[in-house]
């Protein structure tokens, strides 16, 4: 960032794995932005946060409640509690003047996505939601090759996202995302990142949309004779054939030396009986058939944009690790991609190009959302620097229409009926 312009201050609410990533994007270009203030429930999280960024006690909070009712301490709060607890904290730290940075997803309805949409053109403020799929250099790789004309008018779309066995069951079985009233839908959870994608991708508002989806794995009729309820106390017989095996899993991480996520999620005590004392009493230690979760594990979306452009959108928890794929169909043109390769094929010459878009990742959580967190960090905060709210690529507006992509979806899959989307 140019030195005309001071670090953007950054409020955190909330110090829990998405948090600290954007605070940790903080720590690694403190020239752009700097924390000054958290509020965590997690003693241990907030503690660790505060002796990172050196924050005195005073700027140290418990709660966001108790953060929101000092006078406005940064420039944005950085919004990053769970789901179903972003419309209050967004319409507070609105009316106090902060510039915001909404987690994913904004709100488990249309009415609370509204709410917030609401609040920041009421004061005034800028409002970046966590869309990060859209600042990859992958996607502006492949938006480039599409605003080019080189596979010529989009026809059609497939697109797979492989949740990941290992995933659905740490996230979506036994994580905070497990259960829809303790969070929210399947597709809203994981899958609006990419319905926002195709909304961005193909470049037309969505008219109609019908979806089937269900749990079909993860229940209690599917455990296995003689399983435990608990990892930790699974006979070994039964355990050592499960591949959901949380003792199995988490340790192995330990062994490898690999204390992030998801490891950093279940314990901050990282040692084989941190681990295991975690899995003996905390959700993550739970057998995947005997937990509370009711959220999908399987769901197909279809689409029908303005123009008759149609999109097949796949999410699955069967599936090894690894980046989303696509397949891009147009009238001059075919165009494939693995969250960091892109393969074009052209009709009129027969070849084939190949780009490389040089992230070193497999576009997942793990890596970063293929340089997506920082992707839209750099933008968010050149956009408040800048005073320029057109850096930013997930705005208000745009989250709320692919926002309502996945209501109607989630409608769809319901009421067994194709629902159209107002104009």
């Known amino acids: 960032m140019s030195a005309a312009f001071r670090p953007v ?44 960024f050196g924050l005195p006690p005073e700027r140290v909070f418990s709660t966001w409640q108790d953060a929101l009712a000092q006078p406005r301490l940064a420039d944005v709060a950085v919004i990053a509690t769970q789901d179903r607890d972003h419309v209050a904290p967004v319409e ?6 902060y510039h915001l940075l909404l987690e994913k997803p904004m709100a488990p309805d249309e009415a609370g ?16 939601v966590c869309h990060v799929l859209r600042y990859t250099a992958y996607t502006q790789a492949l938006k480039a090759v599409l605003d080019a004309g080189t596979i010529g008018e989009i026809v059609s779309v497939e697109h797979l996202e492989p949740v990941g066995y290992w995933h659905q069951a740490h996230s979506f079985v036994r994580g905070h995302w497990r259960n829809e009233t303790q969070s929210s839908p399947m597709l809203l959870a994981k899958s609006c990142h990419d319905l926002d994608w ?12 019908s979806s089937f989806g269900s749990l079909k794995h993860f229940r209690r009729e599917a455990q296995p004779a003689g399983a435990s309820d608990r990892c930790v106390t699974c ?14 899993f988490y340790l192995g991480r330990l062994e490898a030396g690999d204390t992030g996520w998801p490891v950093n999620v279940i314990t901050s005590n990282f040692t084989e009986a941190g681990v295991i004392k975690a899995l003996e009493a905390g959700p993550y230690g739970r057998c995947v058939y005997a937990s509370d979760n009711d959220v999908v594990d399987h769901q197909v979306v279809n689409f029908e944009f303005q123009g008759g452009v149609t999109a097949s959108f796949t999410m699955t928890a069967f599936t090894r690790a690894r980046g989303r794929e696509t397949r891009i169909f147009g009238t001059r043109g075919e165009l494939y991609g693995d969250s960091q390769h892109l393969s074009v094929f052209d009709f009129l010459t027969n070849e084939t190009t190949a780009i490389d878009t040089d992230v070193a990742s497999d576009g997942s959580i793990r890596s970063g959302h293929g340089g997506g967190d920082d992707g839209l960090m750099a933008a ?3 956009a408040v620097a800048q005073g320029d709210p057109s850096l930013i690529l997930s705005g208000p507006q745009e989250t709320l ?17 194709m629902v159209s989307l107002p104009a």
Do not use: K, N, W
């Open 198 to 209: 195709l909304r961005y991708v193909v470049g037309r508002p969505c008219e109609r949309v």
């Open 380 to 382: 968010f905060v050149r």
């Open 235 to 248: 006979p070994s017989e039964v355990e050592t054939r499960c591949p959901y095996s949380a003792t199995r």
């Open 9 to 52: 201050e950054l409020l955190i609410l909330g110090a829990g794995s998405r948090g600290g990533t954007y605070a940790d994007y903080a720590r690694r270009h403190p020239d752009g932005c700097v924390v000054v203030g958290v509020a965590e429930p997690d003693a241990g999280r907030r503690e660790a946060m505060a002796r990172i």
């Open 401 to 417: 229409e692919s926002h309502l992509m996945v209501f109607a979806a989630e409608r769809s899959r319901r009421d067994g009926q």
């Open 92 to 97: 507070a730290a609105a009316a106090l003047g």
């Open 113 to 128: 996505c509204r709410r917030i949409v609401a609040a920041a053109e009421r004061h005034g403020v800028m409002l970046g």
